[in-house]
């Protein structure tokens, strides 16, 4: 009866569709002909627009495109242009109302018979996560599966994931993998316990002079390692590998940092300050030392005292914990390069592990349960280990109806157990062994569209569904137990339970994934590593400060979510959250140690906000030069929710000059007299502008650098500090005009601007959050309800908590 109600519907859609299209033209013609006809018809076709031969054909995708956008460009007033007679309000009022009605009335039909959201594959992200949480495996699976589609900036779009045969190539590999490693095949291992230090890989290493060159000793007799450009071999404990690879160990480290007065790196800083902290670098590496290291962090040591601190990781076979001094902690610009003599003194390294947090694991109890293991030779009973079954068909039903329900996050039927189990008979019948024979049935299931994709039907999601959305949304994983028996007790849909819900998962630290994605997708913080900064340009930026960058965001985002912050935050706040080494690269005083943590800002700050933010700055950048087009680009959409038109085909891109002759400014220029690309221009320009004091790193400066031609084939030895290969070059101007025609001359009036307008920055924050949250992009019909949580949100300024419960109780959230 359902289907026969949604067939009807797209049925009265289509005629309606087709019964306006004739009367829509004589509707719309007073506003075409009057005011818009001179630049977009046949002969014109300014912006490649040609209105008199645009159909209303809203089934196609890209005319449907065309006439929103029609309708945005006249609602803000950008079209007809500001130098063209204005229309008479009552005729821009009703061609406004008549193409509302038309754009309103054709999606919200869509979306009743078809749904808002297309069928929705599992991203990558989404797909790791859920099989390690149902395994109960950290196995690395990312890397195996191809990259997604993007849409707007998101991931997880289900019209952008497409499914092809390598998905499907790569969905078996990564299936087989993880299986593998849930399955046990030896005796539970020892968690162990041992202290060791750098000893024995120092007696190893027999090169002559290079003991003295990489180690020396401390004055309590430690073996101290020494700098040696931050990645010397020396820092990779050879002593010890681990007995269990690809297990989780704990390493409990207790080291200080010292100064080399008369080492052979040292240099006159050193004999100056000789009190001077240092941050030790902690990874894996391989060994013999390959020059690579994986899982790092960064930690500060104080030279008068010694620190214990932790540090927990997978290690593969062949990895060995690795430590190295990194840099100097400087209390002025011009201690920077003091790098010379730092050493790492290492009194001890306590190892832990593997470390077991039940056994058998919960992934084998997922699937084997209690079945026996035997090895598969009797002579020898610790290796080789496979589970048994004197019964193995009753144990395969039993083990398929557990483990079904939870890859499809569902109650699955009878018809489909027995299709897994069939899966089962048939390659024990081959010959196959029973745990062989089950584990195919394990990897069907895994490889199916029914875990694969996100089960919704058109209409009001079912509570198991409801359940999928909010937990991908919030955790980017399957839903738990607890929301699984909301869900079976059909409670979940409820606004006060989904609401409690919805509190008690952004509470748990698996929201840690809902900060990442979100920001990873809204402010394009995935791409943080798509560019480096030019090493000559930028000798001071290292990685320490790009995963300081990154933590500042995430954990600004965070302080806004818990305390229900203002969306005006976005643009300006009175705090920031940082550790030394950023506020080091912001010039902010009396910030140590590299933990972030909040820290209130002066009114004189330049700081504050995401759009001053180091990661948000090195995004919107390249890695040479900053870009106020491409800047501008990345605040409209991103922090104002009004993307900028593509630019003209034909219209070359501006090359950065890095020799310092001319100044962005007197580019664009040039580039602005195009009359193609003056309009888009006036609106991009400003916020990009209004940035340039800030580097590509996220550094304030009042000059440009510049490479000179003494420096152009030279080569940076010392990265991450400030052996300059630059030279300061022309004056930086951030003052430019609004395309209103408000003027501002730098970042702070700029702020300003914005900031009287905050209901846009809630607007912009609302439709990514929906984006983010329902895994489709913004649809006309959408543009109500997201009024409706504007409003609403209000009595709380827009608070970011509030607007995510809002989305979360919204139709477009609760409905496919």
């Not at 009022?93 to 599992?122: A, I, M, N, P, W």
């Not at 390959?290 to 960064?298: A, I, K, Q, R, V």
């Amino acid at each position: 009866m359902k289907s026969a109600l949604n067939i009807t519907t797209l049925f009265c859609a289509v005629v309606l569709a087709s019964a306006s299209a004739a009367e829509l033209g004589g509707k719309l013609e007073p506003m075409f002909d009057q005011h818009c006809y001179d630049c977009h018809d046949a002969d014109s076709k300014k912006g490649g627009l040609d209105l008199a031969a645009l159909k209303w054909k809203p089934d196609d995708v890209e005319n449907l495109l065309q006439w929103t956008k029609v309708f945005d460009k006249v609602e803000r007033g950008e079209m007809p242009p500001k130098k063209k007679n204005r229309p008479p309000s009552e005729v821009s009022s009703s061609f406004l109302k008549t193409l509302h009605d038309e754009l309103h009335t054709f999606s919200r039909h869509k979306q009743e018979s078809d749904g808002r959201v297309v069928y929705r594959r599992l991203n990558r992200t989404e797909y790791v996560n859920t099989v390690h949480d149902l395994l109960g495996i950290d196995t690395p699976l990312r890397d195996l599966l191809p990259e997604d589609g993007t849409a707007g900036g998101f991931d997880n779009i289900g019209a952008a994931l497409n499914l092809s045969a390598v998905h499907l190539e790569r969905y078996l590999q990564a299936a087989d993998l993880a299986l593998k490693e849930a399955t046990i095949t030896t005796p539970k291992p020892e968690t162990k316990k041992i202290r060791t230090d750098y000893n024995e890989t120092w007696h190893d290493w027999n090169a002559p002079g290079f003991q003295n060159s990489q180690w020396t000793h401390s004055p309590e007799g430690f073996l101290a390692i020494r700098w040696n450009g931050g990645n010397g071999p020396h820092g990779a404990l050879g002593a010890w590998s681990p007995p269990v690879p690809d297990a989780r160990y704990r390493f409990r480290i207790r080291a200080r940092a010292m100064i080399d007065k008369e080492g052979p790196n040292a240099n006159a800083n050193d004999k100056k300050r000789p009190d001077r902290h240092i941050v030790l670098k902690v990874a894996l590496a391989v060994w013999p030392y390959n020059g690579l290291t994986s899982e790092n962090t960064y930690v500060e040591m104080s030279p008068t005292e010694f620190r214990e601190f932790e540090y927990e990781a997978r290690v593969p076979q062949g990895k060995t914990l690795w430590l190295s001094p990194y840099r100097i902690v400087p209390e002025t610009p011009d201690e920077r390069s003091m790098v010379g003599g730092i050493c790492a003194v290492v009194e001890w390294v306590e190892i832990e592990g593997p470390l077991l947090e039940q056994w058998p694991p919960r992934g084998h109890q997922l699937l084997y349960g209690n079945l026996p293991l035997q090895p598969a030779n009797a002579k020898v009973a610790t290796k080789d280990l496979r589970v048994v079954s004197s019964q193995p068909e009753a144990d395969a039903r039993r083990l398929l109806a557990g483990f079904l329900p939870k890859v499809f996050r569902r109650p699955v039927t009878d018809e489909e157990v027995i299709e897994h189990l069939a899966l089962v008979k048939e390659q024990m019948q081959k010959g196959r062994r029973f745990d062989e024979a089950l584990r195919a049935a394990y990897k069907m299931a895994l490889c199916s569209p029914k875990f694969l994709f996100l089960q919704e039907k058109p209409g009001p999601l079912d509570d198991h569904a409801l359940a999928s959305r909010l937990s991908y949304g919030l955790w980017s994983t399957a839903p738990d137990d607890e929301l699984h028996a909301l869900a079976a007790q059909k409670k979940l849909h409820e606004p006060a339970t989904l609401r409690a819900q919805t509190e008690r998962m952004l509470a748990s630290p698996r929201a840690k994934h809902f900060t990442q994605n979100f920001l990873g997708s809204w402010l394009n913080l995935r791409d943080i590593d798509f560019t480096q900064p030019d090493t000559k340009l930028y000798p001071e930026f290292e990685q320490y400060l790009q995963q300081s960058m990154v933590s500042e965001t995430e954990r600004f985002f965070n302080e806004l979510l818990s305390r229900n912050l203002s969306v005006r935050n976005i643009v300006h706040s009175d705090f920031a959250m940082l550790n030394e080494r950023l506020a080091e690269h912001y010039g902010i005083a009396g910030v140590k140690g590299e933990q972030i943590r909040k820290v209130s800002l002066t009114p004189s700050s330049r700081r504050g906000g995401f759009i001053t933010q180091g990661a948000v700055l090195k995004v919107s950048a390249n890695g040479t030069s900053t870009s106020p087009v491409v800047r501008g680009a990345y605040v409209l959409d991103r922090i104002l929710g009004t993307p900028p038109d593509p630019p003209p085909k034909n219209v070359p891109a501006i090359e950065p000059d890095i020799r310092g002759a001319t100044t962005i400014r007197e580019q664009l220029d040039k580039h602005r007299n195009q009359q193609a690309c003056a309009t888009c221009h006036a609106k991009l320009d400003p916020p990009g502008f209004a940035l340039e004091n800030f580097d590509v790193t996220g550094r304030w400066r009042t000059n440009y650098r510049a490479i000179p031609d003494s420096a152009k084939d030279k080569v940076v030895s010392v990265p991450g500090t400030d052996v300059r290969f630059y030279t300061q070059g022309r004056p930086v101007d951030p003052s430019f005009i609004m395309a209103d025609g408000r003027p501002f001359k730098d970042v702070d009036e700029f702020k300003q601007l914005i900031l009287a307008q905050p209901e846009q920055l809630a607007h912009c924050v609302t439709e990514k959050l929906i984006t983010h949250f329902t895994g489709a992009q913004l649809q006309f019909a959408d543009r109500e309800v997201v009024e409706a949580i504007i409003h609403r949100a209000a009595s709380s300024d827009h608070g970011l908590r509030t607007l995510v419960h809002e989305v979360i109780q919204s139709r477009v959230f609760t409905h496919k």
